[in-house]
């Protein structure tokens, strides 16, 4: 498990669900070399346990299986509480339009390489800052820093007349 250094974002906290435990284990080995995770010690095998241990350990982020005995993870992501974000993580590219309408975060394809993994821990810290940015009162030096930020990442020229 590795964090985010002191000072900066705490890390996003992780439910791996999946009812092939291989499929766990690889997926924690992975996901335990990536910045700004945070694994929860406990994995579920089906949906049921999954809420179970959503509901107690409210984690940030789920990455569900589709295909698991009994409830599908496409049924999950129906029940767990607003505001987690979810990553499909299945050998069927057919449910991608579905986890997607359900405001999917990612879609990975098994197998996955580590860098696809990366991309979707990317992503799912994007959305994290994002959902921040949102809640976070606004001051009026708000948009004038954020169109500075914008700018410098567009034209990342020191001196330049855009750039203070």
Do not use: N
Not at 10 to 36: N, T, W, Y
Not at 111 to 125: D, H, I, K, M, N
């Amino acid at each position: 498990m590795r964090l985010e250094a002191p000072g900066g974002p705490a890390p996003l906290r992780v439910l791996i669900v999946d009812d092939e435990p291989p499929a766990r284990g690889k997926l924690r080995r992975l996901l335990s070399a990536q910045p700004g995770i945070s694994l929860l010690a406990e994995e579920a095998g089906d949906a049921e346990e999954a809420l179970r241990l959503v509901q107690a350990q409210r984690p940030d982020a789920v990455f569900l299986d589709i295909q698991m005995p009994g409830r599908s993870g496409l049924e999950l992501a129906l029940d767990l509480p607003e505001g987690t974000l979810c990553v499909f993580c299945t050998a069927f590219d057919q449910h991608a339009v579905r986890a997607f309408d359900l405001h999917a975060v990612d879609y990975l394809l098994k197998p996955f390489t580590p860098e696809r993994l990366a991309e979707s821990v990317q992503r799912l810290l994007q959305r994290r800052r994002h959902r921040q940015l949102e809640k976070a009162p606004v001051s009026a030096e708000a948009p004038r820093q954020a169109w500075l930020s914008a700018l410098q990442q567009i034209q990342p020229v020191p001196g330049h007349w855009l750039v203070p």
